[in-house]
T-cell receptor, first 112, second 111 residues
């Protein structure tokens, strides 16, 4: 089956620790995205990448980092500099920037 | 900055009714719009999209209408079912980089 996978589904982290969220797609999409969703809110863009080895900051990139070493993978690191990291994180991909984005199942991160 | 908004945060309907979810956008340069459905604890699921050169597009039980004059987008769901209960987001693609999402409308269907 083709699709986008995110792991883990639930993640718990102590304050001061960095944590990396995984996102993999086998859709042969060029573009990948990370969004953050808070309760009752819409999605806010963290980072996006339109091609391997290139990525751009979104609206709320502070405290986050990404890499795009492979077309299939776009991991997101939530660093200790992120003040309020508890949220639902969604990864998406599309063939190109103007095309429909397809989402993964999400990772719920809780900071203890 | 410019953003996509929604008229109502919640909508309650009876099973079998038709539902209409509205969305207003502010950027007249936006040329691509998408409706997503998000169930609790899951990622958004693509429902239907429309490009700015169209006024209407139909899918299975869903229709999207685009009124560029007043910058308004709507999603119509025919014969609403309990399984349609979810949060519905509209999104616009302005510059071909990433989508801008509204806050969402929660649709509740009672049987």
């Amino acid at each position: 089956d083709g699709g986008i996978t995110q792991s883990p589904k639930y993640l718990f982290r102590k304050e001061g620790q960095n944590v990396t969220l995984s996102c993999e797609q086998n859709l042969n999409h060029d573009a990948m995205y990370w969004y953050r969703q808070d309760p009752g809110q819409g999605l806010r863009l963290i980072y996006y990448s339109q091609i391997v080895n290139d990525f751009q900051k979104g609206d709320i990139a502070e405290g986050y980092s990404v890499s795009r070493e492979k077309k299939e993978s776009f991991p997101l690191t939530v660093t200790s500099a992120q003040k309020n990291p508890t949220a639902f994180y969604l990864c998406a991909s599309s063939t190109q920037g103007k095309d429909t984005q397809y989402f993964g199942p999400g990772t719920r991160l809780t900071v203890l | 900055g410019e953003s996509v908004g929604l008229h109502l945060p919640t909508l309650s309907v009876q099973e079998g009714d038709n539902s209409i979810i509205n969305c207003a956008y502010s950027n007249s340069a936006s040329d691509y719009f998408i409706w997503y459905k998000q169930e609790s604890g899951k990622g958004p699921q693509f429902i239907i999209d429309i490009r700015s050169n169209m006024d209407k597009r139909q899918g299975q039980r869903v229709t999207v209408l685009l009124n560029k004059t007043v910058k308004h987008l709507s999603l119509q769901i025919a014969a609403t079912q309990p399984g349609d209960s979810a949060v519905y987001f509209c999104a616009e693609n302005q510059a071909g980089t990433a989508l801008i999402f509204g806050k969402g409308t929660t649709l509740s269907v009672s049987s």
